[in-house]
């Protein structure tokens, strides 16, 4: 039906008759002459419809937006000083010949002609329109692309495409799984995976060596602006490497995909950083390192004053007091002050101490703070220097847990780069290494795995799972850029009696550990290799590389914030007879008022 797509009609088909199709993007009329801009994948082309050409011109008038059409043309160049530099196809014009309406249509429920505020829900509801703006065909085109050379990458470096199972086994941790009943065994359910993590350590026990997958996988949880319940891995696995050979892998893939895609430069090598050094400077094991801002550690200054709101924490074996200066800070006014206070209370912080620096070389006399009566001469001196501060400054002070305290501060440190435009530019990857095995949950009384249960330890602190959990520290990592997780990875159990001891501090009995991960436990038996692996979120990959503020934005059909999907109407109910069939009884919800 055509010779060529619109974007690649260009100069060198000058006098060539041409046959394109697409919808209907512009209609102009300019003194009798209709100007139709015609619209597919590649981009548009303009074609230039004559009142002497009745036939053409006649339908031409008929035409209006999104209809679709086949349009048979000649290619001529297009007045002098008229040509459009935003276009590929800028240079030329097609002289209709022959316009046929394949489809009308009806008037679409936002114009795709024009940039309009449009809401999500609408976007979402008539997904197959907005798709058709050429923002949203440039972004899935983009995301094949960068498949396409992380798939190339992986082949040439000796990865085989493995499918792994979809219907699977419920975990007992991390998120929650969607669970998927079973008709041919009454009152048993499948799971949809949450990673082929296991799978693909089975076929590393396989021999298969080198395994990848772009993988669907699915989690029951709340949503963000980076998470959707179905989602893309680039999955991984390889057998007999160390952490440093397979990070370097991971590494130059990643060089690759942005100098081929973006022609973007990333270091060689990428920067290290320990979870803990991460964490100290930044409150987050993903730091953002474009923004120049920085906690500092003060605990050890404010455990003998006499305010207890700071003395307290810094105590606390578990506490930690930390100041953050905000350069320039000062001229942030009482009512700002009171918005950034709000904001940490999202993360549990009771409160925002601040002081701002007006004149530092006045001394107490030259700093402005309801504080400042609770605190020495000496330690106020102390945490001048200690932070650096200088005149214009504003310091602000987090006193609580540990975990409080980061969470607080680290995502304060973010607002506030963007708020005052501290964000540099480019691009800041990062490694981050040397993570805690175990974290411990006060409420639950009990350790969680900070990764997977099937992330081995360091080889030197295998002691430390009988003496001291918390201090075991793991062989993961993770890959971060620009405050985004990449990737998570580790250097797996390859040991049945490290993987049983794991278990066993998680507080999975053996009884439990036999019922949920027999299987692996079994094959761990028979010769298991060395292995380690990582898997790339694509969906973040895609936002970071196109600009997109959420990963909503890259994929062809997303979920809304609550799941659902606005365009199926998915999830919806099942009548009585499917649920019948499935031994499955909904219980009656009891009445909620709204």
């Known amino acids: 039906m055509r010779s060529h797509y619109c974007g690649d009609v260009n100069e060198t088909l000058e006098g060539k008759m041409v046959t394109v199709v697409g919808w209907m993007h512009r209609r102009r009329d ?49 007045p002098a000083g008229s040509n459009n530099p935003d276009l590929k196809s800028g ?7 022959n316009v046929e309406i394949l489809n009308s249509s009806e008037t679409p429920p936002f114009p795709l002609n024009e940039l309009v505020d449009v809401s999500e829900d609408i976007r979402l509801r008539h997904r197959y329109i907005d798709l058709r703006r050429p923002e949203m065909q440039q972004r899935l085109r983009f995301r094949s692309q960068i498949t396409r050379q992380l798939r190339n990458y992986l082949d040439d470096h000796g990865f085989l495409d493995i499918e792994t199972p979809i219907l699977t086994k419920a975990t007992p941790e991390g998120a929650r799984d969607y669970l998927v009943p079973s008709r041919t065994h009454p009152g048993e359910f499948f799971a949809l995976p949450q990673s082929p993590q296991l799978f693909k350590q089975l076929l590393m026990m396989s021999g298969m060596d080198r395994y990848y997958q772009v993988v669907r996988c699915f989690r029951d949880e709340d949503l963000r602006a980076d998470r959707q319940p179905e989602f893309t891995q680039i999955d991984m696995e390889a057998s007999f490497v160390e952490e440093e050979e397979f990070m370097s892998l991971m590494e130059e893939m990643i060089r690759n995909l942005f100098a081929n895609v973006l022609e973007q430069a990333l270091p060689n090598p990428f920067p290290r950083m320990t979870y803990a050094e991460a964490m100290a400077r930044f409150g987050s094991d993903k730091p953002d390192l474009r923004i120049p801002l920085e906690l500092v550690e003060v605990s050890d200054l404010m455990k003998d004053v006499d305010f207890k709101v700071f003395s307290g924490p810094a105590k606390d074996e578990r506490g930690r007091v930390a100041a953050l200066r905000v350069p320039g800070g000062n001229t942030l ?57 200088q005149t214009g400054d504003l310091v602000f002070f987090g006193a609580d847990k540990v975990t409080v305290v980061n969470e607080a501060l680290g995502a304060l440190r973010v607002r506030l780069g963007h708020d005052l435009d501290m964000v540099e530019h480019g691009w800041r990857p990062l490694w981050v290494v040397a993570f805690p095995m175990f974290e411990w949950d006060d409420k639950a009384e009990r350790w969680y795995a900070l990764h997977h249960p099937f992330t081995a330890p360091r080889e030197s602190d295998l002691e430390l799972l009988e003496t001291d959990p918390e201090k075991c520290l793991s062989r993961a990592y993770d890959m971060v850029l620009n405050g985004t997780e990449l990737g998570g990875g580790s250097i797996r159990i390859h040991k049945t009696v490290v993987q049983k001891k794991v278990f066993e501090l998680l507080g999975i009995n053996e009884e439990e550990a036999n019922d949920k991960f027999g299987f692996l436990l079994e094959a761990l038996k028979y ?15 895609v936002m970071l590389m ?6 909503r934005d890259v994929m062809a059909f997303p979920k809304t914030q609550s799941a659902s999907c606005l365009l199926t109407d998915a999830p919806s109910h099942v009548g009585e007879e499917q649920l019948k069939e499935l031994n499955i009884r909904l219980r009656k919800l009891p009445n909620i008022e709204v």
């Open 333 to 389: 006014s009482r009512k700002e002050i009171d918005d950034y206070t709000r904001f940490v209370g999202i993360y549990g912080a009771k409160g925002l101490a601040y002081i701002k620096v007006n004149d530092l070389a006045a001394g107490r006399e030259g700093l402005q703070s309801p504080i400042l009566k609770f605190l020495p001469d000496s330690v106020v001196d102390a945490i001048m220097a200690r932070v650096e501060a």
């Open 91 to 97: 240079k030329i014009e097609i002289i209709a010949k």
């Open 30 to 78: 300019h003194g009798g002459v209709i100007f139709i801009d015609l619209r597919d994948r590649e981009g548009l082309v303009q074609v230039v419809c004559n009142p002497e050409d009745a036939a053409s011109f006649t339908v031409a008038e008929r035409v209006r937006s999104e209809y679709v059409l086949q349009i048979e043309g000649i290619v001529q160049l297009r």
């Open 546 to 551: 196109t600009g997109a503020a959420s990963i």
């Open 527 to 541: 010769g298991c290799p060395p292995h380690g692996g990582l898997a790339f979120g694509l969906d973040r990959l």
